[in-house]
Structure formats: structure tokens, C-alpha cells
């Protein structure tokens, strides 16, 4: 857990440096991992050891894999989320179908429990968490309409690592790089 007043909104990783382990074709996919060095005792607040990992394969479909070892010998409560990014036309003309009548927790209003009415909009600021959503939804803009399927955005995660355990070999890290996702829409 956190050790300090409050943590970042969004969590500890999110900006930070990652290095780049590798980068590999695999006949029409790409895979590229990263591995996050500070998770291993060197983020403020997070005075535990754990490897943390992002393998990000590229093809016919995106996959994402975030993965944590506990390098430690205490036990580590963590949460982790996976966010989409969207590159829409304006975000003021852009709605989400398929929300209609879900449960959703508005944090930006004091982690409120909602219910959605109709497709969603944005007209300013939004962050909210939709409970039970579906396997598919559709991005609905000016210029393009987005299908998504598979599982919900954003997957959350949260696990209990027993330590220690050693995480799987690793070959020399290459220099740091930092992979950034499009600004939040």
C-alpha cells in the first residue's frame, strides 16, 4: 500500500520513466516490454519491491500485459488499471453508446454512485468509473465511429503478491525511454 498523505490520482507509474527491455517482431505482430526499475523500492510512498512489467503486443488485435512479481519478503496490496486512449475528431461532438442505464461512480463529485441516462457526452472534465459495462461499446464521432470490443475499459486488477517471489530472468536493460499515451480526450 501507500505509504503517505494521499496518492497521485491515477496512481504511482503513470508518468514515470520506463525502460524499454525489448522489442521483437513475431511474423505480422510486434511485441515491445518495458519494465518500471523504481517499482523495485525507489517510488516516494511505495516502500516495497516489486517488479513491474508492460508487454504490449501489436497485430491484428492490441494486448496489453501489466505484470507484478513481489520481490520483497512482507506481503504487497496493489490495484492496477489498463486505460484506452482515443484519438476522436472533438471531444465535445464525440459520445459513448452502449452506457445507457449503467451504474457508474462519478469521482470527480466525490466518488458518487450515478446512474447514466442516454449515451455519454462530454462537456468538460470526465472521470468515472462504469460498473458491470459491456464487452462492446462504441465511440460515436464528427468524422469516424470507433468500435471496441473485448473486455471493458478500464480492466482493473487488484492482487495480494505473497513474498518473496522472484520474478523470471530479464537481460540487460536498454536505455531509458518513456511510452506516453495521447492526452485524455
Known sequence: MFKGE??????????????????????????VEFELPEAQGDLPGWPHEVQLKLLVELGDQLKLTLTSYNLGNT?????????????VSDVRR???????????????????????????????????????????????SALKS?????????????????????PPPSPAPPPVHRPHPPSHC
Open 6 to 31: 494521499q496518492p497521485p490520482a491515477h496512481g504511482l507509474v503513470r508518468g514515470r520513466d520506463w525502460q524499454l527491455l525489448r522489442a521483437e517482431e513475431h511474423g505480422d505482430h510486434l511485441q
Open 75 to 87: 506481503d504487497v496490496t496493489l490495484s492496477q488499471a489498463l486505460h484506452s486512449y482515443f484519438a
Open 94 to 140: 464525440v459520445q459513448v453508446e452502449g452506457v445507457d442505464g449503467l451504474a457508474y461512480i462519478e469521482t470527480l463529485a466525490n466518488w458518487e454512485q450515478r446512474k447514466q441516462q442516454g449515451n455519454l457526452g462530454f462537456a468538460g472534465e470526465t472521470d468515472r468509473i462504469y460498473l458491470n459495462a459491456p464487452d462492446r461499446l462504441a465511440i460515436r
Open 146 to 166: 470507433l468500435s471496441r470490443g473485448g473486455p471493458t475499459c478500464p480492466a482493473i486488477r487488484s492482487a495480494r503478491l505473497r513474498g518473496p517471489h522472484p
